[in-house]
């Protein structure tokens, strides 16, 4: 089995309101040095072994996980895991 | 200023119905290596320079970033950034 975690995240300059809404309430809670928040997403996937891990991952961001118009991804393959 | 990630995802056995969900579009995609699937997120804060950083964010976490009943949180201090 391999383990393979997708890191999505906003694109630059893409408005991010639970980010901001999240900044709003640190600072009401007295944190005030937070400047900006950015969100993502991480989607953990525990595949069969495949020949193709990293390529068909990249086809699964493509097709369903992350939305390209206002989304950037990165694919990290980790260590296999027993099964 | 001072970049800093905080990566939140379900503890163990907590049910994650949008894990779910997204493994059984990704299965009618035809992709059926997929065994599981988990979701988190990441929460990226850009801070003004704090003597104490770790200890701040930490304290985010527990008053806000994260339910402490369900969720696990992992802190990441970055590189410095250019303000």
């Known amino acids: 089995m391999k383990k393979v975690i997708v890191h999505v995240t906003l694109k630059e300059g893409v408005l991010d309101p639970q980010g901001q809404t999240i900044e709003t309430s ?3 809670l007295g944190f005030t ?3 900006e ?3 993502g997403k991480t ?3 525990l595949l ?3 020949d193709n891990v990293e390529a068909r991952v990249q086809d699964m961001c493509t097709k369903l ?3 390209p118009v206002i989304e950037d991804y990165r694919v990290n393959v ?3 895991v027993q099964s």
């Open 78 to 80: 980790e260590e296999a």
């Open 37 to 39: 928040v950015r969100t």
């Open 26 to 28: 640190l600072h009401s």
């Open 48 to 50: 069969d072994n495949h």
């Open 43 to 45: 989607i953990e996937l």
């Open 33 to 35: 040095e937070v400047e």
């Open 65 to 67: 996980l992350a939305n």
